[in-house]
């Protein structure tokens, strides 16, 4: 079965600052596509940056970037020079399919 | 152009009740994917819909259908409201059953009482 695990539920970072958000994840397909979501209070999922598992290079969208680790199954993400406008819950989710979330993870950004 | 359109936003229903929650796809978009999200979780797979027909099914009973309109737009059904089906339920749209150009809604708030 599928499962993402975020074991953060709570993040807090400076502004300007940089933070990175943990993910491991358990597959058995061969050819899936990891993702981070951003959920602001406006409650729609938006998408942060998509990370292909067949690439061995990191995908980096501007300030964001991941750390894709295939072999421990880890998928992190660092978010550089942090804005207040990054404030969140933030899923990393895998797609086998269909999408499998994680629990999420709360990042709050102090000026 | 219209991204991802999802009504009602906020409902409240009677336990025992049946809902009927809609969406509508991004322009160009001819998939529909339902989730719901629990308070505090991450969104869980309910169903998917291509081509007016239910294509992949999470682990939800059969209190929970759908359709799927020849304009691809969709319509969640619950039946038999329980307390625990309240929750945020979100509606996803692509092109094709795969990933890319995912994109969802702003969700459908229910509160069952």
């Known amino acids: 079965a599928q499962t993402v695990t975020q074991s953060q539920p709570e993040m807090s970072v400076q502004e300007a600052e940089t933070v990175t958000l943990s993910c491991t994840y358990d597959?058995?397909?061969?050819?899936?596509?990891l993702f981070w979501y951003k959920q602001p209070p406006s409650r729609q999922m938006i998408l942060v940056i998509r990370?292909?598992?067949?690439?061995?290079q990191n995908a980096t969208e501007n300030r964001f970037s991941v750390n894709f680790q295939k072999a421990a199954k880890s998928f992190s993400l660092k978010i550089s020079d942090s804005q207040l406008g990054d404030a969140a819950m933030y899923f990393c989710a895998e797609w086998g399919g269909k999408l499998i979330f994680g629990q999420g993870t709360e990042l709050s950004v102090k000026p | 152009d219209a991204g991802v359109t999802q009504s009602p936003t906020h409902l409240i229903k009677t336990r025992g009740q049946q809902v009927t929650l809609r969406c509508s796809p991004k322009s160009g978009h001819d998939t529909v994917s339902w989730y719901q999200q629990a308070l505090g979780q991450g969104p869980q797979f309910i169903f998917q819909?291509?081509?007016?027909?239910?294509?992949q099914r999470g682990n939800f009973p059969d209190r929970f259908s759908g359709h799927q309109f020849p304009n691809y737009s969709s319509e969640l059904n619950v039946n038999a409201l329980l307390l625990g089906d309240s929750a945020l339920y979100l509606c996803?749209?692509?092109?094709?059953?795969?990933?890319?150009?995912?994109?969802f809604g702003s969700g459908t708030r229910l509160t069952v009482v």
């Open positions: 819909y291509y081509e007016e027909e239910e294509r």
């Open positions: 996803a749209s692509s092109l094709g059953q795969g990933p890319i150009g995912y994109t």
């Open positions: 990370q292909e598992a067949y690439k061995q």
């Open positions: 597959t058995s397909e061969s050819d899936y596509y």
